[in-house]
């Protein structure tokens, strides 16, 4: 599943391989990067060549929900503000600095002066506020998550102060006003504005598509695209006019290329690591300890783990509004959903599918951020004894005889599908255990495989019955809102409780007191401009959501990679694997 956040919002460990590239010689100028991500300045030259596990679905990175493009992306546009991966502090991109009001109810953002686009047109604020006023706040966008521009139902507003200098406004405190800024690439109004997303948003999602000519697709980023040979091969190119510096006044990127082959397998990605093809890998629990019995033999390579902020827990939906009656009455009872986590083994799937390279999760928030409450207590403890007590005391009885119980009232089978990504390293495992577990307490489950890429559009359709999905982590909660909220674009397990057009009201009435309340808690805290204020209230809400379960989280993958020695700045701190599109070099 998406996940925009980092500098990127990518997804686990594909965001943190989302690398690389070069510098022009001994180019001067002040250091505007965080210190973090050098553990020692590099030198210029070279292609770092990475995995890509689909093909870009479009170049635009408003129009589509895909890993993959955001990938690519990430590496040829900017945002205003970023995170220090390290510390998860917001740090300076194209705003070089900002002010946040007292009362949060604005901030003042000055630009960087002299960035250009790759094409050589000068950036300013015009293209800020046709970023965030035409696009980022476009409620017809399907893939902007609009929704962190606005407190409430209530747009912020962008002006324009000069040609370096933009003011965000908010009706009333705001206080991850400056949080989401880190969410949106800024995009050139010169190339793009001709689209009109405001009257044609349709329109507009059509830009650049994959078919787009590739000089026409330009960004402040360290790379530009060069070409691009559908399923096999992405390339980039260093852009010239990049503004970032290194330590030492060097400026950024390192390497001249950077490649991204389309390799969709796990175990076919580690055998062109191993081949030379890839610089590095992301690496699953099964392939860790041969590879790391291999660093550790003398292996030209080394294989680094840590637990990141971002990376996306597993987590299991049963579709509440399943438009098959018996399973809506099932799912929407927490006294069931309370049963289903009971037989939910998260040691054994720590230990076989992910082999201990994870952990357990918290409820909406990472147990490293420092929003986190803990709520373990909650998980519940796999069970199976408390799962067949539970489901007897609901009347969920095997009254036919056959193995399987039945629904309470002479119903059918108690049976259901489990959607999840069958080209997935773990997710067919976790189906597996379920299912085998499941079994053993009368409840039959069919794995339903599909292409990971499409998963989150089916949930998001409505049309499953229950998932194995992952959403990444954030550093602050209200960057999920559009998940955790009821109402909320992405809550895809209660549709019914979604507005009849963006940006409306939710269907309050249809709420649950739980639902209600969550509701409510994150509409209290978006308004507040006091941070301590603003963490009692998301307290609040990880319990309810650890004690109304509506999914069952099951584990949070630790980061794990594996790179050749031959390149520098790539190593674990601040409790993940650090690296960057810029930093990484040839030793």
Do not use: C
Not at 168 to 184: D, E, I, K
Not at 355 to 360: E, F, K, M, R
């Amino acid at each position: 599943m998406p996940t925009r956040s980092l500098p990127a919002h990518l997804s686990a460990l594909t965001a943190l391989l989302a690398l690389a590239a070069a510098p022009t010689a001994a180019a001067q100028g002040k250091a505007n990067v965080p210190a973090s991500l050098f553990q020692t300045n590099g030198k210029r030259g070279g292609t770092l060549t990475l995995p890509l596990v689909s093909s870009p679905q479009s170049f635009n990175y408003f129009a589509v929900l895909d890993n993959n493009s955001y990938t690519v992306m990430n590496n040829v546009l900017d945002r205003l503000i970023t995170l220090d991966p390290q510390t998860n502090k917001l740090y300076p991109a194209l705003a070089e600095s900002w002010t946040f009001a007292p009362d949060g109810r604005s901030a003042v953002l000055k630009l960087r002066r002299s960035v250009k686009w790759s094409d050589g047109q000068d950036f300013n604020a015009d293209d800020v506020l046709f970023t965030l006023n035409d696009v980022a706040a476009n409620t017809g966008l399907k893939a902007n998550q609009s929704a962190v521009f606005r407190v409430g139902r209530d747009p912020l507003t962008f002006t324009k102060v000069d040609a370096h200098t933009v003011k965000v406004s908010a009706p009333r405190p705001y206080g991850a006003m400056l949080q989401a800024l880190t969410f949106v690439p800024i995009l050139p109004q010169h190339k793009l504005a001709r689209f009109n997303p405001q009257r044609d948003p349709d329109g507009f999602m059509k830009a650049w598509a994959t078919n787009t000519p590739l000089k026409d697709i330009v960004g402040t980023g360290p790379f530009m695209l060069s070409s691009y040979t559908v399923d096999q091969k992405v390339t980039l190119t260093r852009n010239p006019h990049s503004w970032r510096r290194d330590p030492a006044g060097t400026q950024l990127p390192y390497m001249d290329r950077l490649e991204y082959l389309i390799i969709k397998s796990p175990d076919a990605q580690i055998a062109s690591f191993r081949a030379g093809q890839l610089d590095s890998a992301p690496i699953t629990g099964a392939q860790f300890p041969d590879l790391k019995r291999q660093e550790v033999a003398g292996a030209n390579f080394r294989v680094v783990r840590g637990v990141g902020l971002n990376n996306p827990p597993v987590h299991w939906a049963l579709n509440q509004d399943s438009r098959d009656p018996w399973l809506k009455k099932a799912f929407s009872d927490l006294r069931f959903r309370e049963a289903m986590q009971f037989a939910v083994n998260r040691e054994r799937i720590i230990d076989t599918v992910f082999n201990g390279l994870a952990s357990l999760p918290g409820h909406g928030v990472a147990p490293i951020s420092e929003w986190y409450t803990n709520t373990r207590g909650y998980l519940g403890g796999y069970n199976l004894q408390k799962a067949a007590v539970r489901l007897d005391s609901l009347g969920y009885r095997d009254t036919n005889r056959d193995g399987i119980r039945n629904f309470p009232g002479g119903g059918p089978n108690v049976e259901f599908n489990i959607l999840h990504a069958a080209d997935s390293a773990t997710m067919p495992g976790i189906g597996t255990i379920l299912q085998s577990d499941l079994a053993r307490i009368g409840v039959k489950v069919n794995l339903q495989g599909i292409t990971g890429s499409t998963v989150l559009s089916t949930a998001l359709s409505g049309n499953f019955e229950s998932v194995l999905s992952t959403f990444g982590d954030q550093p602050d909660p209200q960057l999920r809102k559009d998940i955790w909220q009821p109402g909320g674009a992405l809550h895809y397990w209660r549709r019914s409780l979604q507005p009849a057009q963006e940006g409306g009201v939710p269907n309050l009435a249809a709420m649950t007191p739980s639902e209600r309340r969550t509701y409510d808690l994150f509409a209290q805290a978006e308004a507040l401009g006091n941070q301590a204020q603003r963490r009692k209230l998301y307290n609040e809400w990880q319990l309810l959501f650890a004690k109304n379960l509506p999914v069952i989280l099951i584990a949070k993958p630790d980061s794990v990679a594996a790179f050749h020695a031959r390149i520098g700045n790539y190593y674990v701190g601040g409790g993940a694997v650090i690296s960057s599109n810029y930093s990484v070099f040839e030793r």
